[in-house]
């Protein structure tokens, strides 16, 4: 077949494509900051037809066929690879897909609704991260904790069930399991990404046993109890993957911050008029509203949106500088790239422009331009904290979940769980072999094969943190970002346009040199 003929095909194809992902976006955005049922419903049926599209076993095999001899230029072959994995994850029987979309729909509705009892009253997520923020009554924390991990058991049957159906999709398409399948489709190599786990695992191990050894002595003086009685409800979260120290402490730095000004003043400064996009955001808290945050484009034209439930903290000033280095990528591509690749090529490099975006708020460079006279070493320590703490939670999660997928019905996941937790953030969760505490993670049912890139993400920040010779808000970053990261979208695998951005591959050594040494 003819380079022509797959240029013909995309002229007529795509046009279908974009406006049904348009359709999709704008019903999300309802259904996200609304949460109505029919907005719900509305987004679940333009879903299946999008779905639909990319299932044509037809255009399939001309889209291989075309593969077999792909077109020279490079956006035109770049298309077609793009289009392959969109078109493989689909390509199952119908009656498969379905069962995995009835099967994604009836859990994501436990989670939404499910509320655990706590000293018989039914409570909310928020509710028990409360107890574990403020109370000290170490009783109290744990019932909170356990009461947490009550969706587990009802759960885990579902995600049994869902992995089983995934496993066979990914067997029928050639893959031994869906995790590689997925891997495979998001251009990753398996064994290069362990080995990446791994290395970070090692080289941060020391640091993090220091870190640990700490924060437990901070733990055992604050509820009063001794080392064996502490567990991962000494947390401040439920999973033991947030920084548990000094958090009314830095809440108070930026107690009276205008968040939403000083993120448009910063961008600014690199040349980005974020105005528009903050006009189009949902910024505050609502009824109905989704409770966490993110960035959508909406049309690839550049309506780019973001949504935010700002309250006067660290971390969402923290959000809200991520959400905004999400949405100025998303407006730095290329004008004249094709629809196809006005993308990010995967989460990673995205994920790592947001991440350095949000970085920003914990250091003394960024805050001390807006909080006069304050000594901000408490922010700074708290940042290293954080992402030692969050890389041993990722490598407990993308560890895990390579088991699930990979081991028999018979293995016990309860426990490989724990050991892993325990191997990884040296919390030990004796007497819970027999819960199902890996099922109470969303993304384990609902966002799979996917936390391994917010770990990628920080290393690609780090890494672009010691490529840049310039403040990180400044007009000459901006140019930087503009042209090396954003301006290409998805017309290289991410791992090339990494290289082509840092000047060699992506590496954890940046990312240990700047947070895995030793604390003081
Ligand atoms: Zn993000």
């Known amino acids: 077949m003819s380079i022509q003929s797959f240029e013909e095909f995309l002229h007529t194809f795509i046009p279908k494509v974009s406006l049904k992902s348009l359709q999709c976006n704008k019903a999300l955005w309802i259904l996200e900051t609304t949460g109505t049922q029919d907005a719900a419903d509305l987004k679940a049926s333009l879903d299946v037809e999008l779905r639909l599209l990319l299932s044509d076993r037809k255009i399939y095999q001309k889209l291989q066929a075309w593969s077999k001899n792909p077109p020279e230029d490079i956006y035109l072959s770049r298309q077609l690879n793009v289009l392959l994995r969109m078109f493989a994850a689909n390509m199952l029987p119908e009656k498969l897909l379905k ?31 409360q107890v574990l923020k403020g109370d000290k009554d170490s009783d109290r924390r744990k019932k909170a904790w356990e009461a947490s991990k009550e969706i587990g058991k009802i759960l885990a049957p579902h995600i049994l069930e869902l992995v089983s159906l995934r496993n066979e999709g990914a067997k029928a398409l050639g893959y031994p399991h869906y995790f590689l399948m997925q891997l495979d489709l998001q251009e990753v190599d398996r064994d290069t990404l362990f080995s990446l786990l791994n290395t970070i695992a090692t080289r941060s191990e020391k640091a993090y046993q220091n870190l640990l ?30 920084d548990p120290l000094d958090t009314s402490k830095l809440d108070k730095l930026v107690q009276n911050v205008d968040i939403v000004s000083v993120a448009k003043n910063s961008f600014g400064k690199m040349g980005f008029d ?27 034209e550049g309506d780019v ?37 006005r993308e990010p090529p995967h989460m990673i490099p995205t994920e790592g422009m947001a991440l350095i975006s949000g970085r920003q708020a914990y250091l003394s460079s960024f805050l001390q331009d807006f909080i006069p006279g304050e000594d901000f070493t408490v922010a700074e320590k708290s940042l290293q904290r954080r992402q030692l703490i969050f890389s041993r939670w990722v490598l407990v999660m993308t560890y895990f979940e390579e088991a699930l997928y990979n081991t028999g ?105 700047q947070y895995a040494q030793d604390l003081v």
């Open 305 to 341: 949106r973001t949504l935010n439930n700002i309250q006067p903290s660290i971390r969402w000033l923290e959000t809200v500088l991520h959400e905004l280095g999400h949405a100025v990528y998303e407006l730095g591509f290329e004008k004249s790239l094709p629809w196809l690749l």
């Open 99 to 129: 069962k995995i979309a009835k099967k994604e729909a009836e859990l994501s509705m436990i989670y939404a609704t499910f509320r655990p009892k706590l000293e018989g009253k039914r409570v909310s997520e928020n509710e028990i991260r």
């Open 409 to 513: 019905p018979k293995d016990d996941l309860n426990t490989l769980w724990w050991q892993l937790v325990e191997k990884f953030q040296g919390i030990r969760g004796k007497g819970r072999e027999r819960d199902f505490d890996w099922a109470c993670k969303y993304h384990i049912a609902l966002a799979p094969v996917y936390y391994y890139s917010y770990l990628l993400g920080e290393l690609f920040a780090s890494s672009l943190q010691q490529k840049l010779s310039t403040p990180f808000f400044s007009p000459q970053t901006g140019i930087f970002l503009q042209k090396n990261l954003f301006a290409p979208g998805n017309a290289y695998s991410w791992n090339l346009l990494m290289e082509k951005v840092l000047g060699k591959p992506l590496s954890p050594d940046a990312w240990i040199a």
């Open 213 to 242: 050894q700490k924060i437990q002595e901070k733990q055992m003086a604050r509820f009063s109890v001794a080392k064996e009685e502490l567990g991962p409800w000494s947390w401040e979260d439920p999973f033991c993957q947030e």
């Open 274 to 300: 974020v105005e528009n996009i903050l006009q189009r955001s949902d910024l505050y808290e609502r009824e109905g509203k989704n409770q966490h945050a993110f960035c959508l484009h909406i049309d690839r």
